[in-house]
Every structure is written in C-alpha cells, then in structure tokens.
C-alpha cells in the first residue's frame, strides 16, 4: 500500500524568505507520480508542481520548487521569496503511473508572517 | 468554463438520514472521484469512476455509494448517515487513466461541508 507522510503538521516563515516542506512516501512501483497542492482558506484544491518519477531533474514552478530524492523516497517543496498569498494548507500527494487515484499526507499549515 | 460544480456547499443532516452530494464538471473528462477530507488525515478517496458506467472502490468507501449514469455528473450517497461522515467532500475529474506515461491533472471542486449530527 502507497502511504504519503508529512512529519511537519505547520510551518512559518518571514515574508521574502524561504521556507521547505518535508515529505515522504512509501511505494513499491518505480513509475510514478508525485504532487504538491495548495489548499488557501477558501478550501479550493490548486496543484503548485508535479513531478515523474522516471525524470531525474527536479521540478520548477517560478518560486516553488522540489528536491525529489528517488532512492530516499523523499519529495520537499521549496517557496523561495515567500509571499503572504503562500500562507495555505499544502498537500503532497503520490499517484502510481497507470492510475489516477491519489494518495495524500496529512498536510502542513504554512504561516507567512509579514 | 465552470470546471467542477458541487452542491450543497454545506449541509446539516440528522443521523439517520440519506443524503446525495452532487458533483458536475463540464470539462467532459472520463475520470471522476470522490474524497473526503478530515482534520489531521488529509483527503481519503471514496470512491472513483474511470469512465460512464463503471465505478470503483476507494480507500474509504464504507456507508457511501456513488452511480455513474453519464459522463458530467457523479452524485455520492450516503443512505443512513452517521457523525463519523462529518466532513468535508471534494469531488475531482481528470481524462481517463491510461498505461504509460501519461499525466492527467486531477482538477478538484469546491467541496461541500458536512454536519451529521
């Protein structure tokens, strides 16, 4: 069974700075998915990056950014010049490559303080 | 484009009762889920449906069931609710799962709040 892990239930950091959030995950398959969400206090789901497993280059979203660690199994989000637009839930999620069901951690709550 | 419609937005039911959540998207995408999100667990997957007529099992599918009579619209059912069912429910589509390398964005609706009480 795929199992995604947040060990950071929240987060801070001073606006303009930059922050990282943990996660980890558990899976079998060498073909895969992985996915940082942004949940605002609106509650809408926003996908901020995705990355292939089978891609060794991390993945670039303007400021965001992801240190994919494949043999450590390990997937951090980056927020560089954090802005107080950031301040949100953030999701990662896993999904296998021939499915499209998706496995999320429980979360982390990021603040940004001005 | 509306994407993905959810209605009610919130609902307050009684134990006991049924209730449907409705979810429409208008993207014609094949795919379409449920989850339910939940303080400190994240959003769990009910049930999905890869394509009309076909549904399947999710991570948490007991006491809800879904119907996938056409392509736009996916209801969820809960026939005699309980308070463990207070929650939030998302409803998400994406095209249709395919081998291979293929990424499908899963685009999410609003949510729909629920208070079993």
């Known amino acids: 069974a795929q199992t995604v892990t947040q060990s950071q239930p929240e987060m801070s950091v001073q606006e303009a700075e930059t922050v990282t959030l943990s996660c980890t995950y558990d899976?079998?398959?060498?073909?895969?998915?992985l996915f940082w969400y942004k949940q605002p206090p609106s509650r809408q789901m926003i996908l901020v990056i995705r990355q292939e497993a089978y891609k060794q280059q991390n993945a670039t979203e303007n400021r965001f950014s992801v240190n994919f660690q494949k043999a450590a199994k390990s997937f951090s989000l980056k927020i560089s010049d954090s802005q107080l637009g950031d301040a949100a839930m953030y999701f990662c999620a896993y999904r296998r490559s021939a499915s499209n069901n998706l496995f999320f951690g429980t979360g982390t709550r990021l603040t940004v303080i001005p | 484009t509306a994407g993905i419609t959810q209605a009610p937005t919130s609902q307050i039911l009684a134990a006991g009762r049924s209730m449907t959540l409705r979810c429409t998207q208008d993207m014609r995408h094949n795919a379409m889920y449920w989850y339910r999100q939940d303080l400190g667990l994240g959003l769990r997957l009910i049930h999905y449906?890869?394509?009309?007529?076909?549904?399947g099992k999710g991570e948490v599918p007991d006491g809800y069931s879904v119907s996938r009579a056409n392509t736009d619209d996916f209801p969820l059912t809960l026939a005699s609710a309980v308070p463990s069912q207070t929650s939030v429910y998302f409803c998400?589509?994406?095209?249709?799962?395919?081998?291979?390398?293929?990424?499908?964005?899963?685009?999410f609706g609003p949510g729909t709040r629920l208070t079993v009480l």
């Open positions: 899976t079998s398959e060498s073909d895969y998915y």
């Open positions: 998400a589509s994406s095209d249709r799962p395919t081998s291979g390398r293929v990424y499908n964005e899963q685009f």
């Open positions: 449906s890869n394509t009309a007529g076909t549904t």
